[in-house]
């Protein structure tokens, strides 16, 4: 008879289900975790790294958010050093400048994003940029939250298939406040996983593959490039450096991770930004009814300044 093969070692969630079973309680899912925490993480910090990031960066972060807060701040712990979260955000807060708050925000960011998500935005802007193309130049696009640069690149397929034989000049300043996806989007290299729901005939157009490491990559081409600008903007920020007036304003899932208060605020600075014709952007999920006295819904998540009704 052949023996028994070693008993595997047991996952943390199985260890917890043993836990409770031997203890015949509900231990609710968060206390059980906790005790097995490398470190500490009391209501009082999360409260604290709530408010932090609120202030930093206007992220608002519900309760249900602990345990994703824990680990990706606890990676932060490790990589400074720190042996406690009291510590690191007092380091935070007490270190004037500290150059730690930008591992901060970074850490707390949600950067989801994909080449022309929410794809239905695309041919409206292509339809848009060729009516205004004929009444001003250059046309200048601001796409204010780019994450990896999908969807910066996304809109620079948009504007090169919109006008083949060459149009005019466009801008597209892409800007985040995370430095981290930022320096990916400049970069311009993707994965086969990530380019995969490009059409073969725009991947071949816009992208040059070569080998990589883990294989094949896919870099934008220099002529979509040069149509970028990239820069760190908080939209929290007093002064963005971005030059109106603006034709077009991407700002697709951000805002829902602000109170109506900030997107309101966020608002108000983009009205008279945009051109009196200009197109702003939002994500599914977003809505700006709260601000119909800046802009309008044309549907479909594309909003117009309010002054141009009736
Ligand atoms: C979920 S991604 C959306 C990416 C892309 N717009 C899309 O729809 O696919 C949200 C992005 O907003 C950025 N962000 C969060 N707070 C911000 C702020 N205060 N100012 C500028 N960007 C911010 C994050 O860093 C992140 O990259």
New binding site residues.
């Given amino acids: 008879m052949l023996p028994e093969p070693p008993p595997k070692p047991l996952t943390l969630s199985e260890r917890l289900a043993n836990i409770r079973q031997a203890s015949n309680t509900v231990l609710p899912a968060a206390v059980g975790d906790a005790a097995l925490r490398e470190f500490p993480f009391r209501a009082a910090d999360f409260e604290r790294v709530r408010k932090l990031i609120y202030d930093k960066?206007?992220?608002s972060l519900s309760p249900a958010k602990q345990d994703m807060v824990y680990s990706r701040l606890a990676r932060r712990l490790r990589a400074t050093g720190m042996k406690s979260f009291g510590q690191y955000l007092d380091h935070l807060e007490f270190s004037r400048g500290a150059v730690e708050w930008e591992g901060f925000v970074n850490a707390l960011?949600?950067?989801?994003?994909?080449f022309f998500?929410e794809p239905h935005h695309f041919p409206l802007l292509a339809q848009h940029l060729r009516v205004v193309a004929g009444k001003r130049k250059p046309i200048n696009i601001w796409c204010?939250?780019?994450?990896t640069g999908?969807?910066p690149y996304s809109i620079a397929m948009t504007v090169a298939d919109a006008f083949p034989n060459g149009g005019p000049q466009i801008s597209v300043v892409c800007?985040?406040?995370?430095t981290s996806?930022l320096a990916t989007a400049e970069k311009g290299v993707y994965t086969l996983d990530r380019v995969d729901k490009i059409p073969p005939e725009q991947l071949k157009r816009y992208f040059s593959k070569s080998a990589g490491i883990s294989g094949d990559v896919y870099t934008v081409k220099p002529e979509l490039r040069q149509m970028l600008s990239f820069r760190r903007?908080?939209?929290?920020d007093a002064v963005w450096s971005v030059r109106a007036p603006l034709d077009v304003i991407?700002c697709?899932?951000?805002m829902i991770?602000f109170d109506k208060p900030t997107q309101y605020r966020i608002l108000a600075r983009f009205a008279p930004m945009l051109s009196p014709d200009g197109l702003l952007f939002a994500?599914h999920s977003e809505s700006f009814l709260h601000a119909a006295d800046l802009f309008h819904s044309l549907g479909k998540t594309v909003y117009a300044l309010a002054a141009k009704r009736g």
């Avoid at 960011?109 to 994909?114: G, I, Q, R, V």
């Avoid at 800007?175 to 995370?178: A, G, M, V």
């Avoid at 903007?233 to 929290?236: A, I, P, S, V």
């Fill in positions: 960066a206007g992220i960011t949600t950067n989801l994003t994909s998500r204010c939250a780019a994450s999908e969807e800007s985040d406040l995370d996806v903007l908080n939209l929290l991407f697709r899932n951000v991770y994500g």
